[in-house]
């Protein structure tokens, strides 16, 4: 079968490119291995976070705030016509937030003042839906539940060879395969010769604290971000995912990292959209570039993950903060301790092994996810109580950035366009579809151009 696009993933990077193409003549076709569309975290937690600053970056993308703003506001706009709650929102640039923001900066701490929405895990998968059956409305096709194995480029185009070793055939492909199955996204650039440069490490705990300690600041700004510098190595650490009644998860298996035939989970945290638990949760993530002679993040960070898995007999490591400060390993007998003020606090991961987190990541995670909950604690009172819990491994594998052409998406190979949190482009929901846009925007505007040499 042919096709003029082909889009390997319905994430948000994906859905928005082909929402970007339905309103052209392109006979496109949109394949997902999953059950549902909507990718990682539009199943899992749909928090829609709005600023330049959050889940992009602007000079890797190459436009200016003010175009972002434009993308940023199509997005917002598409996702309440699909009928998300429009009283689901919190903006921070209040007489509240502004106040925090000055204290913060006290504590060597940076408050952004942006907006979210908020979808909720209950509710974002029929927001997917809804928009899976717009885009079939405006003749976009769709497979689900296939899988693309390998991708060979034929001339001018590209084959595809499915799971069951159907072959497809297109003349543009978009690949978003989000950061779940970038690992196979790199085996293919690899085949290909596809040009990339490799992006930080990001290495991080969940943290979680009963609800009413965070109240105050999730009141403000419901996914509240804070930024730092380690003061022991100056390395950028920041909030990320907040999740006020909500949960703290692992990853599902087909999201998990592979190492060696093994599965391995990332932690993570969601809430539903009637916030539900008496926990709340946040993610503290430290980034550090590699130098020579070691440059690759992913396989930096597996041996992390490797080594935490190991110390957690299969499991990941919870501490409780009171025994991190004492210097000890949580254990299994004293992690309820009343003596110590651990029964305040119930994790809401079912799994996890008690331990040691100085002795599963390397120091520069540790100091710098240590000094921020130290720093946060003096602006957010109980922040650092004794029974508040840190889980590992969280992580993000945004590490391979693939190089592209302007703002196009377009990777060194003709017609290829590389988007989302699977190309390093983005980091978000809102940053993975602005980026499927500008793949999108990419392909027509290379064909409009064409057509005009034609003409001329
Ligand atoms: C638990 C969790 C919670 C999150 N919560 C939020 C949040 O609240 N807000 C936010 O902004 N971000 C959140 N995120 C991050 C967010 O999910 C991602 O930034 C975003 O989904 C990236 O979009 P994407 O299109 O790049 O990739 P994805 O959403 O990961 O989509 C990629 C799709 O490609 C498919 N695919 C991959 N390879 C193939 C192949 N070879 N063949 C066929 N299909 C393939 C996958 O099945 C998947 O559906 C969360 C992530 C997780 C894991």
Known sequence: MNYDVIIIGAGPSG????????????????????????????????????????????????????????YADHIENYFLSLGINPDKISNANTDEGRAL?????????????????????????????KFKSRLEDNNIEFRMKTGVQEIK???????????????????????????????????QADKLEIEYNHGPIQLGARIEVPKWILDPITDISYDAKFYFRSLSHNDPVRTFCVNPGGQVTLESKSDSIKINGDSYSLVNGHSKSDNGTENSNLAILVSLPLTEPETDPKEYIKRVIKNTYRLGDG????????????????????????????????????????????????ERFYSGITEMIDQLDKIIPGFGHPSTLLYI???????????????????????????GD???????????????????????NKDSNLTLVHEE
Not at 112 to 120: D, E, N, S, V, Y
Not at 156 to 166: A, V
Not at 393 to 419: H, Q, R
């Open 15 to 70: 859905l928005f490119a082909a929402e970007r193409l339905s309103h052209e003549s392109y006979k496109t076709l949109i394949i997902d291995k999953k059950r549902i569309p909507g990718g990682a975290g539009a199943l899992t937690d749909g928090k829609l976070v709005f600023h330049p600053r959050v889940g992009m970056d602007l000079e890797e993308l190459r436009i200016s705030e003010q175009e972002s703003k434009g």
């Open 101 to 129: 923001k000055e204290d913060a900066a006290k504590h060597n701490l940076e408050f952004l003042l942006h907006k979210t929405r908020h979808m909720g895990t209950d509710i974002a998968p029929s927001i997917m839906k």
């Open 153 to 187: 480029k034929e001339n001018n185009e590209y084959e595809l060879t499915l799971d069951d070793g159907e072959k497809l055939i297109t003349k543009n492909l978009i690949v978003g395969p989000g950061r779940g199955n970038s690992e196979w996204w790199r085996n």
């Open 315 to 362: 499991e990941p490591l919870a501490q409780r903060w009171g025994d991190l400060k004492r210097g000890s390993r949580s254990k299994e007998e004293t992690f309820f301790s009343k003596e110590r003020g651990f029964d305040r606090l119930n994790p809401t991961l079912n799994k996890y092994t008690p331990g040691d987190i100085s002795l599963a990541f390397p």
């Open 393 to 419: 491994p969280e992580a993000k594998f945004c590490d391979t950035i693939y190089k592209t052409k302007g703002k196009t998406m377009e990777t060194s190979m003709n017609n290829l366009y590389a988007v």
């Open 422 to 444: 699977g190309a390093g482009k983005s980091r978000g929901i809102v940053g993975a579809g602005l980026t499927g846009i500008l793949a999108a925007e990419g392909i027509i």
